[in-house]
């Protein structure tokens, strides 16, 4: 299953990276993208992720996340 987050603070890669580091700590998710200039990151899990796991996750990491897809 492919989800969508939209996030809202990222401006560099550096960004990306503290998302990418906070996603990928959830048990059996896989991130494929994620963008600051876009916006967004893209994970891949075998069941849908929890909005709050995905939330808390995005708000460790110092950002907001917006909506999930």
Known sequence: MTQ????????????????????????????????????CAVIEAAEPVAEDVLKNAVETAGYTLTAVQ
């Open 4 to 39: 969508k987050l939209a996030i809202e603070g990222m401006m560099c890669g550096h960004c990306e990276m503290h998302v990418r580091k906070e996603l990928e700590k959830i048990a059996g998710v896989t991130v494929k993208n994620v963008s600051h200039a876009e916006n």
